[in-house]
């Protein structure tokens, strides 16, 4: 299969966030509190099969972090993008794949992991990086170029990490300093530091003395919101992306407009949502992902307000899809639908529809090839949308309308 790393696909990405126990949905101007900061570690309750802390979709594989720390990943295998050692025990019509979690090799523990086109990073719970899959760019961070590494390795440099993301053909990580670095593709900006060349290792982003709470990478281009609040993108701007009002690349991270103070940030292949400090959600860029009421035709270059009022936790963006999940655990989805906004229908939704099933969720993290997965209050795991590849890890490669929960590890 060729890979989507090429070029903007048409379809989806990544997140993870901090929610609250399950309370009936008020009212759109019901009296939710603000969200507690970001956080890409959860705590949750115990529960078989797997009990996740965690969940990241990617482009056709999703990976998560069980509650005692080892990390799984399931669908598409063919990179090593699941790193357990091979690409692909099982076949999803002619494509390698696991159709079930399987166990990420190296007795590493993680904190939390991100999956990105076709690589996957994570940061473990002594504040290290570990990259595995595609490396044709850089991308795992290892100072060298590889076709694939099916097993976790280091990112070089002895430094030190609070989160990591992965995007298209990059990642980027803050340190526990606070800094930014990026390494992997660079051929739009999207390393952050001023230069078209793609890097191997982590380079800073330029910003001098900006200190970084979050940080989000799409397809090609990366956002971050500082500690102070405020979101910073750079990157390709060719749909929007940026927010900055232009449609002009930026190098190095530039102000969103409006001046808004945010909380979380999630950046998809052609827009980008996010969540302010009060918990009021907005996106920008183009496509019918934005949850404003619009069709997509014309690019929003500024943050525009989801439609409804609600008060998020957090929000994921794809390329057609996004989703979100309020501060009282309940799961919406906007976008493009073929049976895969997990609503149980095939209407598009310009305005966010809520997730079928009644669940509670802690957070919600879209994927590339139309699907999302997501963490209940209870530490399930659940996945919906298209299937071809095992990516719904519920055992089948069955397209799923409504949330379905991932099923036990492979014997």
């Not at 966030?17 to 603000?34: N, Y």
């Not at 099982?90 to 007795?107: H, I, M, T, W, Y």
């Not at 670095?181 to 001098?208: D, E, I, K, Y």
């Not at 209407?347 to 993290?365: D, E, H, K, Q």
Request: charged share 10%.
């Amino acid at each position: 299969m060729r890979s989507p790393s090429r070029s903007i696909p048409t379809l989806l990405l990544s997140a993870v966030a901090a929610g609250l126990g399950c309370r009936e949905e008020p009212s759109p101007t019901g009296p939710e509190s603000a969200p507690a900061p970001y956080s890409a570690a959860v705590v949750a309750a115990v529960v078989s099969p797997l009990s996740l802390l965690q969940v990241s979709a990617g482009q056709q594989h999703a990976c998560g972090v069980a509650t005692d720390g080892r990390a799984w990943c399931w669908g598409y295998a063919g990179n090593g993008q699941l790193g357990n050692g091979n690409t692909g025990t099982e076949l999803c019509g002619n494509s390698p794949c696991s159709k079930r979690p399987v166990a990420v090799l190296g007795g590493l523990r993680f904190r939390h992991v991100s999956a990105g086109w076709d690589f996957t990073c994570g940061v473990t719970t002594d504040d290290r990086i570990y990259c595995w899959g595609q490396n044709d760019l850089g991308q795992l961070g290892t100072a060298t170029l590889s076709r694939i590494s099916t097993t976790p390795v280091a990112v070089a440099g002895n430094r030190r990490y609070r989160q990591v993301r992965a995007g298209g053909s990059s990642a980027c990580a803050i340190t526990m300093a606070r800094t930014a670095f990026c390494w992997g593709a660079n051929n739009r900006g999207q390393l952050g530091n001023g230069t078209g060349s793609g890097s191997q290792v982590p380079v800073r982003v330029s910003g001098g003395a900006l200190l970084w709470a979050q940080l989000t990478i799409g397809f090609e281009h990366a956002c971050g919101v500082t500690t102070d609040g405020r979101a910073r993108c750079w990157g390709v701007n060719i749909l929007g992306e940026l927010g900055d009002g232009s449609t002009s690349d930026r190098a190095t991270p530039t102000a969103v407009a409006g001046g808004l103070r945010f909380a979380q940030i999630e950046g998809g292949p052609a827009h980008t949502c996010a969540v302010t400090t009060a918990g009021r959600g907005y996106c920008w860029g183009s496509g019918m992902a934005l949850g404003d009421g619009s069709t997509g035709e014309v690019a929003h270059l500024t943050p525009n307000p989801i439609a409804g009022n609600r008060v998020f936790a957090n929000v994921s963006s794809g390329a057609n899809q996004s989703c979100g999940v309020t501060v009282s655990a309940r799961g919406f989805c906007w976008g493009l639908n073929a049976g895969t906004l997990g609503d149980g229908g095939t209407a598009n939704r310009v305005t966010p529809a809520l997730l079928a099933g009644g669940l509670s969720f802690i957070a919600v993290s879209v994927g590339g090839a139309e699907f999302s997965c997501g963490v209940a209050t209870d530490a399930r795991a659940w996945c919906w949308g298209q299937n071809l590849f095992g990516n719904l890890g519920d055992g089948t490669d069955i397209l799923r309308s409504v949330p379905t929960p991932v099923a036990a590890p492979a014997p």
